[in-house]
């Protein structure tokens, strides 16, 4: 990762607001908006209570647009799922500690198939679960929320997880390679916490669809507040 780019706050708009009707054109959009990937969250109705979208819908807008895809996997089965998302031209997919019961050997499986690999942690999950896998991580995300649910309000007692988890980065022989993301109640109010906390990737959604002047002016908007930290 080039040093002075970590400085810069990414914006991945999560598409789990969009109108799935036209998903393609939605995506469109936020790439024309600014966004700097866009995030896919994927929900099997069983680790989460939602249900969302497969590898199918995504490998269909994959052709549309150049941004980086982003899928995190809110399922029970990651590993046995990963291939799929490689096939559906996702570069980065995202998977749960509390998913895993061999974490290091699914990390290991995702970037053996050709994407990046991300470990996301429930809020009740302690940071040290990612301790020993940071050599194998693109990307570690810290959920805000408890997942399965969009338009959640964020949870500020995640900041100092964030900023545990920036710490571990920083402490290891990994810290220009390893990417600190946050998913959950993001908007102009909330990302401002999590940045000072040491985030440098913000998941939003609900802000960025709800944004009555348009999706450039959300992802700028954000972009603003994270870099006033």
């Known amino acids: 990762m080039d040093p002075e780019a970590s400085l810069k706050a990414l914006i991945a708009p999560s ?28 929900m099997d109705g069983r680790f989460v209570p939602n249900l969302t979208f497969g590898p199918d819908v995504i490998a269909s807008v994959r052709p549309l647009v150049a941004l980086p895809f ?40 995702i970037r053996e198939l050709g994407m990046d690999a991300g470990v996301a942690i429930n809020p009740a999950t302690p940071a040290s679960a990612v301790a020993h896998v940071l050599d194998l991580c693109r990307l570690v995300l810290v959920m805000t929320v408890n997942p399965g649910w969009g338009g959640q309000s964020y949870i500020s007692s995640m900041e100092s997880k964030v900023a545990e988890v920036r710490a571990m980065i920083d402490q290891s022989e990994h810290s220009h390679e390893v990417e600190l993301e946050v998913d959950g109640g993001i908007g102009p109010s909330t990302i401002g916490g ?30 603003g507040a994270a870099s006033a930290r």
């Not at 939605?26 to 790439?31: F, G, K, Q, T, V």
């Not at 996702?90 to 998913?99: G, K, M, S, T």
């Not at 985030?199 to 002016?217: I, L, Q, R, T």
């Open 15 to 42: 598409v789990l607001p969009a109108d799935f009707a036209r998903l393609g054109e939605e995506c469109i959009s936020l790439e024309k908006a600014g966004a700097d990937r866009i995030h896919w969250d994927v």
């Open 70 to 109: 982003e899928a995190h996997l809110m399922v029970e089965d990651p590993h046995e799922l990963a291939p799929r998302y490689a096939e559906a031209g996702c570069e980065l997919l995202i998977v749960h500690v509390e998913a895993c019961p061999h974490l290091h050997r699914t990390l290991g499986a």
């Open 194 to 223: 999590a940045a000072r906390a040491g985030a440098g990737v913000f998941v939003a959604g609900s802000s960025v669809f709800s944004d009555e002047a348009g999706f450039g002016h959300a992802i700028g908007e954000l972009r």
